[in-house]
């Protein structure tokens, strides 16, 4: 099945200053909170570990 490119959604590419935020204090909160306000499940372990779900299941971050 093909979807035609007029019907995909238009890719968002930030450039680096944009992202400069990620990095900064080598800290995985700014990445955490993004993907928060964006709706994904998270779910921490006793050893400090962070892991994450996409809404739709298709993605894992951990």
């Not at 994904?40 to 892991?51: G, L, R």
């Amino acid at each position: 099945m093909n979807t035609p490119s007029s019907l995909l959604p238009t890719p968002v590419r930030p450039t680096a200053e944009d992202r400069s935020w990620l990095g900064s204090d080598h800290s995985a909160e700014p990445v955490l909170t993004l993907l928060d306000s964006l709706g994904w499940p998270m779910a921490d372990t006793p050893e400090a570990n962070v892991h994450c779900t996409s809404p739709d299941g298709r993605v894992y971050v951990g």
